[in-house]
């Protein structure tokens, strides 16, 4: 299988892990991001291994000890992790470093026919009302005291990915495709209104309702893809669910898929007074966030538009960079929707 060495793997848990052999692995979440692969035990033990995509991987991408860090600290906190359970750093067992943790059952919701599926209305609203509940509990939580004091810088959070993100976006620009210029514009905009930052926090970076795994009462069991956490501004966390989080009657679905326009969830209003009131943090700037949030995934996928191209084999693939770039400007424009009150 493809990500899995098996019979080194398979010895490495055995021993590590506890589990006993034969073990049966399945990959249930792929892609660009980290690799996840469930694994059953011969007694039916089930545990979860992560691992970095293969093939090319940026030095600095897909780091599997900080993840594990991250994700062992935050286990004796309120927020909802899974148990980590054995870390790997030897590359010549499965070809990368890995970790194994506990197997969380629940729902993830990517769709609106899921979310229908899977939870009630009731549910669907605790479901609301418990992932701001989380992220509150997240940004309380004392980085020293759980020995993430060291994560990342913890002053000029939104300086720092403004520049990060507009420098993948200048390095992103197919040859003869058009620029997306408001992205520039944005970029100056930005950065020339930067908020006042307050304490940092742990920041997860894409908190978001299908980076949750749900019970069936609809309350988080665990947040998941803990990839790009560091330290820094939480109200970036708060702005980009905000980005995530569709109603009816939306013009822009940032992710294609809105679950939550089924009838239960809260609105966009409601979870921002909840996080204010949980929080005790003033929220009154967060459209300069939510702004931030539709910039950042704009740059973001037009790395993606350029990642495509660079692996293209032949064929043409006009259309799709067509629907890329389209994608980019339509992002480009909720961000300056968003951002319409910041000085130009």
Not at 52 to 60: A, C, D, R, S
Not at 119 to 126: N, Q
Not at 313 to 333: C, H, I, M, P
């Amino acid at each position: 299988m493809e990500g899995i060495d098996e019979r080194p793997t398979t010895a490495w848990l055995v021993e590590h892990a506890g589990l006993a052999a034969p073990l049966a692995f399945e990959l249930i979440a792929g892609g660009r991001s980290n690799l996840t692969f469930k694994v059953v035990d011969a007694t039916g033990a089930e545990v979860v291994l992560r691992r970095p995509p293969t093939g090319h991987v940026l030095p600095t991408a897909h780091d599997m000890s900080r993840e594990y860090r991250i994700v062992t600290a935050l286990g004796p906190t309120p927020v909802p992790v899974a148990r980590t359970l054995a870390f790997c750093d030897d590359a010549a067992v499965n070809g990368a470093p890995f970790y194994v943790m506990e197997f969380v059952n629940g729902h993830v919701l990517r769709d609106a026919p899921t979310a229908e599926k899977e939870l009630d209305e009731p549910a669907r609203r605790r479901a609301s009302e418990s992932l701001v509940e989380v992220l509150a509990d997240l940004h309380a939580v004392d980085v020293d005291s759980v020995g993430l004091g060291d994560l990342g810088r913890r002053e000029g959070y939104l300086a720092r990915q403004l520049q990060r993100w507009h420098g993948q976006f200048d390095h992103s620009q197919p040859e003869g495709a058009e620029r997306v210029t408001l992205v520039d514009s944005l970029f100056e905009r930005l950065s020339a209104n930067l908020p006042e930052q307050g304490t940092a926090t742990v920041v997860h970076g894409d908190y978001r309702l299908d980076n949750t795994m749900l019970g069936d009462d609809g309350r988080v069991r665990a947040v998941l893809d803990w990839e790009i956490c560091t330290l820094g501004d939480p109200l970036a966390d708060v702005g980009l669910l905000m980005v995530y989080w569709s109603e009816p009657g939306d013009a822009t679905t940032a992710l294609g898929t809105a679950p939550t326009i089924v009838p239960g969830f809260l609105s966009r209003a409601e979870l921002r007074s909840r996080y204010a009131e949980l929080s005790g943090r003033d929220v009154s700037n967060l459209d300069y966030y939510i702004a931030f949030g539709y910039w950042k995934l704009a740059c973001i996928l037009q790395g993606v538009m350029f990642r495509y191209l660079g692996g293209a084999a032949g064929g043409d693939r006009t259309g799709g960079v067509e629907l890329f770039a389209s994608q980019v400007r339509v992002l480009a424009e909720a961000a300056e929707a968003a951002a319409s009150g910041l000085v130009a």
